[in-house]
């Protein structure tokens, strides 16, 4: 922090929800410097996009500050009108929202979303928005910019999707830019240009970045303060360098032994010598020429091109690469979920290539959907919000026609119990449990039919670094005690790292490389897995700075 006026003050701000008696946060101060990063990191229901919400002035109808001041220089932010908001939000403050799937218009193209702050601020004309579009597009990582500015947000993937909000966020170079969440849903190489383009800002512009986050990794390697909460209160702040290489709470302790980019080991250690041992058996998932190709127009867009890799019987198979790269095709493929144009998948005994016809096929489609289960991304738009979390995990067992109408609510309350989540969470819907929460329904929901793999599609991407912990370790032990096989697709390569055997790298469609996951993290073998890994966020203590000769925090987390 700078010696002179913080361009953003926070000071003892409280921030109430009518329906509960208890803050969501709780004399929260911390400041933000022109040029500086700020990270808000802590759990989930921590306040801290509460906190954001506040600052930008958006909190939702059922909230009030009932404390506090927040000042932007020397305005403060709490007496403003609401037409002087609408002049400060865009041109002075920049906001990129967590959910990029509901904050563009479905409408509208993203060319359209991007130009309309200029147009609405007077900063550009229709012909010269255009121009300032695409170079806006074009810096945030988006490629072929002329022509992603045509598109609608449903032809454009999540992390694109990010993208364009955080361009819409820095088209007018606000002074302060709040930015909740906004590298979740990006694989690291995307998330190094955003990261670096906000760091351009800052030093260009002299921009300050208030940065909400549940990555560390992230916090650690750009931010210059770190603030960490709890409940809804701040329970230490200070400089990054300090707080990750001496933290004061055991609550930041744990956090930080949570992070997988700060595991000091993986939690596995295959061997080459092991894959060796392993390639002489028959693999239980085999992929053989696996290619798709999607027609767009009249473009043809490359999912996956001759693909081919094996998984062994009871072990994790990461999937790693770029948006666009083809993991989630691969994925789709696997799970049944499209027909390949060409190639061969094997799992177990089902065969792609096999001839099967008539009710046979039908009886083979169905042993199939029960054996190879998926979990997404997002277990909002997963889960049917209509119905209770009994009723999504007693679905499954009627379509399968498992056990009996009486049979079937003890095999519910099992697998509820499986993904340690107590029975009365059963007669609740989606929306009253976490994010956490329900990605361990979704993971029940996937293992109530009894599959023997299970494909996981950025599984964990969304989720705090503490929730993310328990689901790694829980999916640990659910596959000794099941014999499950896994296939894990995650564009963070730290979590890869941690919970994958083996892993394949691919890259616009194609499979650069694949083989034991120790050996292709110590052994890359081809540049674009090279440029994958130096891409992964270093925090400060690891890569030298004010406490780099303290270099873990996982004594304290210990103690």
């Not at 410097?33 to 921590?46: I, Q, W």
């Not at 945030?140 to 500015?149: F, K, N, S, T």
């Not at 670094?465 to 390569?493: C, K, P, R």
């Not at 979590?495 to 890359?524: C, H, K, W, Y």
């Amino acid at each position: 922090m700078t010696e002179s006026a913080p361009l953003l003050s926070v000071e003892d701000l409280s921030v109430a929800y009518s329906q509960s008696s208890a803050p969501a946060v709780d004399g929260v101060s911390f400041a933000v410097a022109a040029g500086s990063m700020t990270a808000v990191v802590g759990e989930s229901g921590s306040g801290k996009s509460t906190t954001a919400n506040a600052v930008i002035g958006l909190l939702p109808e059922s909230a009030q500050i009932t404390g506090g001041h927040i000042r932007l220089g020397e305005v403060d932010l709490g007496a403003l009108g609401a037409s002087t908001w609408r002049g400060v939000r865009g041109s002075q403050i920049g906001y990129v929202p967590q959910d990029p799937g509901s904050s563009l218009n479905p409408l509208q193209t993203i060319g359209k979303s991007v130009a309309e702050a200029l147009r609405i601020h007077k900063r550009a004309d229709r012909k010269s928005a255009r121009a300032q579009v695409i170079d806006l597009l074009a810096k945030v990582g988006i490629d072929r910019p002329q022509m992603r500015a045509d598109q609608f947000p449903h032809e454009l993937s999540g992390g694109m999707r990010q993208r364009v909000l955080i361009a819409s966020a820095i088209a007018l170079r606000p002074r302060l830019l709040i930015a909740d969440e906004p590298t979740s849903a990006l694989d690291v190489t995307v998330q190094k240009q955003v990261l670096d383009l906000l760091d351009g800002l800052r030093a260009e512009t002299g921009m300050g970045v208030l940065f909400i986050t549940h990555d560390l990794a992230v916090a650690g390697e750009r931010a210059d303060d770190v603030v960490v909460m709890q409940s809804g209160k701040v329970v230490e702040a200070g400089p990054a360098a300090r707080i990750f290489s001496r933290p004061a709470t055991d609550y930041t302790a744990r956090l930080l032994a949570d992070a997988p980019a700060l595991k000091t080991k993986a939690r596995h250690t295959a061997t080459a010598e092991d894959s060796q041992a392993d390639s002489s058996s028959a693999a239980f998932v085999s992929v053989e020429g696996l290619t798709q190709v999607y027609a767009r127009n009249e473009d043809q867009v490359i999912g996956v091109d001759d693909v081919s890799l094996s998984v062994q019987r009871g072990t994790t198979h990461g999937i790693v690469g770029e948006s666009g790269s083809g993991k989630t095709t691969t994925g789709k493929a696997l799970a049944g979920f499209l027909t390949p144009q060409s190639g061969r998948i094997r799992i177990g005994d089902f065969d792609t290539a096999d001839s099967v016809k008539g009710n046979a096929a039908r009886v083979r489609r169905r042993d199939f959907r029960r054996r190879v289960q998926l979990v997404h991304q997002n277990p909002y738009s997963a889960l049917d919000p209509k119905h209770s979390i009994r009723q999504i995990l007693t679905e499954p067992l009627r379509n399968f026609r498992i056990g009996t109408r009486a049979s079937r609510a003890g095999l519910v309350a099992e697998a509820l119990d499986r993904v340690s989540l107590p029975t009365e969470f059963l007669d609740r819907r989606p929306q009253e449990l976490s994010g956490g929460q329900l990605q361990r329904v979704a993971i029940a929901r996937a293992l109530i039919a009894g599959p023997e793999l299970v494909v996981f599609d950025e599984a964990v991407s969304a989720l705090d670094v503490t929730v993310q912990a328990q689901i790694l370790d829980l999916l640990d032990e659910l596959q000794v005690e099941l014999g499950l096989t896994y296939v894990f697709i995650s564009h963070d390569l730290a979590v890869v790292r941690q919970i994958a055997d083996t892993v394949s790298v691919m890259s616009q469609g194609r499979l650069m490389e694949n083989g034991p996951t120790e050996d292709l993290f110590a052994r890359p073998q081809t540049h674009y897995t090279r440029t994958l890994l130096d891409a992964i966020p270093r925090p400060v203590m690891l890569h030298g700075g004010e406490d780099a000769k303290n270099p873990t925090p996982l004594a304290a987390a210990e103690r």
